[in-house]
């Protein structure tokens, strides 16, 4: 039986790669299909993933990185691949009824009566988002952010190393990528691979708050 929490005790976030070890294919398919399950509220999916697996990717990727985040620009080089987490910029209803659409081949509202309940559901709370609580961004965000959990433990349980990267400016990133056009907006950037033997943070104790300050039990 898998240890997650070995995994979890065991992981960190590199801080420097090994520019001459790539990921096999079979790994990146796998974190790729991690990214594509992972769980979002009402299955919203409001995301896109963009995957480097090329110099030339990678170069690209940290043009947004240079400046007052040039630290990050080795990691986003070195790495064997670069992932960017994507969010939506607009909950259209294209997306919503693609979203029901989706469901409805997979057979998840097998019956007639079914299709109605759903569509009104799912419309009706992503309406609640965009209009009632106009939160719509924040909201979508955090479920961009639960794939990013995803891909995270699962890399570390497939024995590689990852970097989740906010410093950069989206800006850059989205125009070099075209995001805008295609209704995205980037979030974050993951390098992935193996750390190289100058990543200072393998040689540092995990340090996190102890249990009892982080839970209450009722």
């Not at 040039?70 to 259209?92: E, Q, Y």
């Amino acid at each position: 039986m898998i240890d997650l929490v070995h995994y979890a005790r065991t992981r960190y976030t590199a801080k420097a790669y090994d520019p001459t070890r790539k990921v096999p294919a079979h790994l990146i398919e796998q974190l790729r299909e991690l990214l594509r399950l992972a769980p979002s509220s009402v299955n919203s999916q409001p995301w896109h993933f963009v995957l480097a697996s090329t110099d030339a990717g990678k170069a690209r990727i940290a043009k947004a990185a240079h400046g007052s985040n040039d630290f990050n620009v080795p990691k986003i080089l070195n790495a064997s691949h670069v992932f960017v987490l994507c969010t939506r910029h607009t909950l259209t209803d294209a997306h919503i009824e693609a979203v029901f659409e989706q469901e409805t081949r997979d057979g998840r509202n097998p019956r007639p009566e079914d299709l109605k309940i759903r569509r009104e559901r799912l419309f009706n709370f992503t309406d609640m988002h965009r209009y009632a609580l106009r939160d719509s961004q924040a909201w979508m965000e955090k479920q961009t952010y639960i794939a990013l959990g995803f891909l995270l433990l699962g890399a570390a349980e497939l024995e590689l190393d990852a970097t989740p990267i906010e410093g950069f400016d989206s800006v850059v990133l989205d125009r070099e990528l075209g995001l805008h056009e295609r209704g995205f907006v980037s979030n974050v950037i993951v390098p992935v691979g193996y750390h190289g033997a100058d990543d200072f943070n393998t040689r540092l104790p995990k340090s996190r708050l102890p249990a009892e300050a982080l839970f209450t039990e009722i």
